[in-house]
């Protein structure tokens, strides 16, 4: 059996056709279905559903032997015991720097003032603001971060960003980009040596169908 973790919504619906390319077909819709463990047209192939967040953590722990996570999610949860052989280009988006478009960004930092920032992403941001030398308090959230600025919680953010449409809708500039972002196939590494086969299978046809892109 090989277990597949993917979190609901965009990484689902962009791992589908490279699935759908190995000849992998989910019989069981995530949106409509209760199912966290779909089945698969393939009878040795299950697909389970967990929290973008939590989808390393399952393969790490061999809870599932291979899933598709954002370089974001990566980069907070360390990579420890995950082989990564894939960059699959999918979800992409970048990761950036955000501010009231009130607030004057560049001159907080050329003063060295001490900043105050709100993130998801406290490693990612820990690291960007040391490389640039500029001190910074972090505030850790989980969700709504455009929030933190506009409540008066911190002078800026560090924030997923693909239209902009969710910054411009809350008064906010993006000032700095710190990546760009996509999803990577993770693959727990015991499992890539007891179903060697199947795997490396896998990891060839998503591979040739992302170089195709
Ligand atoms: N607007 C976006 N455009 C493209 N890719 C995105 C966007 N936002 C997030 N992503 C990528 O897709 C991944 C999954 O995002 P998704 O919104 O499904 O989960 P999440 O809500 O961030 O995670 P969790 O539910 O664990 O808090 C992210 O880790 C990121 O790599
Ligand atoms: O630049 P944009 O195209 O507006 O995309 C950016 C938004 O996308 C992500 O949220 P998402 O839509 O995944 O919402 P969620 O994380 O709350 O599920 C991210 O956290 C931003 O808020």
């Known amino acids: 059996m090989i277990t597949l973790a993917l979190s609901k919504g965009r990484i689902f619906d962009e791992t589908l056709p490279l699935l759908q390319a190995a000849g992998i077909e989910v019989t069981e819709d995530p949106e409509t279905s209760r199912k966290l463990i779909l089945p698969t047209n393939r009878p040795e192939v299950r697909?389970?559903?967990?929290r973008a967040t939590d989808v390393?953590?399952?393969?790490?722990?061999?809870?599932?032997?291979?899933?598709?996570?954002?370089?974001?999610?990566?980069?907070?949860?360390?990579?420890?015991?995950?082989?990564?052989?894939?960059?699959?280009?999918?979800?992409k988006c970048r990761m950036s720097v955000a501010v009231r478009a009130d607030f004057d960004y560049a001159a907080a930092?050329?003063?060295?003032?001490?900043?105050?920032?709100?993130?998801?992403?406290?490693?990612?941001?820990?690291?960007?603001?040391?490389?640039?030398?500029?001190?910074?308090?972090?505030?850790?959230?989980?969700?709504?971060?455009?929030?933190?600025?506009?409540?008066?919680?911190?002078?800026?953010?560090?924030?997923?960003?693909?239209?902009?449409?969710?910054?411009?809708a809350n008064n906010l500039v993006e000032v700095e980009k710190i990546m760009d972002i996509s999803s990577r196939l993770v693959v727990n590494q015991a499992a890539l040596k007891v179903k060697r086969e199947p795997i490396r299978r896998l990891i060839e046809i998503f591979s040739t169908v992302t170089q195709k892109r």
């Open 47 to 50: 697909v389970v559903l967990v």
């Open 56 to 91: 390393p953590t399952y393969v790490q722990y061999g809870g599932a032997d291979l899933g598709v996570a954002g370089k974001d999610v990566l980069l907070e949860h360390g990579g420890q015991g995950l082989y990564q052989p894939l960059d699959l280009r999918i979800a």
């Open 109 to 168: 930092v050329k003063q060295g003032s001490r900043l105050r920032v709100a993130t998801k992403y406290t490693t990612v941001a820990r690291q960007h603001f040391a490389d640039k030398g500029v001190h910074v308090d972090l505030i850790k959230l989980y969700g709504s971060m455009e929030l933190a600025p506009l409540t008066g919680l911190a002078d800026a953010i560090v924030d997923l960003v693909s239209t902009g449409g969710t910054l411009r």
